[in-house]
């Protein structure tokens, strides 16, 4: 069975850009979560998602915006990039919201 | 509000010595324990979980955890490192009414041959 998938793997951006990282969860998961890595920390929770509906949010800013769509799937938008904001984004599913969460293999951004 | 302290941000033993990493939380109601492991540029892979019931705890690859309550610890060993056991390990604490994970800062694992 496939895992979770998150794409792209890795993405260069500028100061003040926006960015746009997609996940897929496991088959038959429903709910998805957000963690910001920064290098040489753990992860960091952003956001979960379940049924398209905001479960949880972490301590992040405005700028960083998700939202699930019909098939599970899940998008995490940052706007205004700074360069604080190069980390490993890791999207996480889990059946429901309060079940084990396995980890896709994330996302690389850095921002210049 | 939970935490998660791990004791040694890196951790050297030889091939074939016990593996002991540790792990102390601080949770207001009954944690949810997790231990993951990273290998370099790669997401975070599930060993183990503790939610109810034995404090011992198998996960995958020969580990195990113990969950103990007084000591507010979920340390992580192996009783014999192989050299593909080298990558980093982070654990985690949530509870059962919570969407989020609470993750350590992590351990580097070093295998020596």
């Known amino acids: 069975d496939a895992g979770v998938t998150q794409s792209p793997t890795h993405l260069i951006k500028t100061r003040g850009q926006h960015v746009t990282l997609r996940c897929s969860p496991i088959s038959g998961h429903k709910s998805v979560s957000w963690y910001q890595q920064v290098l040489g920390q753990g992860p960091q929770f952003i956001f979960q998602y379940y049924e398209k509906e905001e479960r949880g949010r972490g301590n992040f800013p405005d700028r960083f915006s998700a939202r699930q769509f019909p098939n599970y799937s899940s998008e995490l938008n940052v706007n205004a990039l700074l360069l604080g904001d190069s980390a490993l984004y890791l999207c996480?599913?889990?059946?429901?919201?309060?079940?084990?969460?396995?980890f896709g293999p994330g996302t690389r951004l850095l921002v210049l | 509000a939970q935490s998660v302290t791990q004791l040694g941000s890196h951790v050297s033993v030889s091939e074939g010595a016990l593996v002991l990493l540790r792990c102390n939380y601080s949770?207001?109601?009954?944690?949810?324990l997790f231990w993951y492991v990273q290998y370099p540029n790669q997401g975070l892979q599930l060993l183990l979980k503790?939610?109810?019931?034995?404090?011992l705890v198998k996960g995958i690859n020969g580990f195990e955890a113990e969950f103990k309550k007084s000591e507010t610890s979920f340390h992580l060993t192996k009783p014999s490192a192989h050299m593909s056991d080298a990558a980093e390990y982070f654990c985690?604490?949530?509870?059962?009414?919570?969407?989020?994970?609470?993750f350590g800062t992590g351990t580097r694992l070093k295998v020596l041959a």
């Open positions: 985690a604490v949530s509870s059962s009414g919570t969407y989020k994970y609470i």
């Open positions: 949770s207001s109601v009954p944690p949810y």
């Open positions: 503790y939610t109810t019931g034995a404090t």
């Open positions: 996480a599913s889990s059946v429901r919201v309060q079940e084990t969460q396995y």
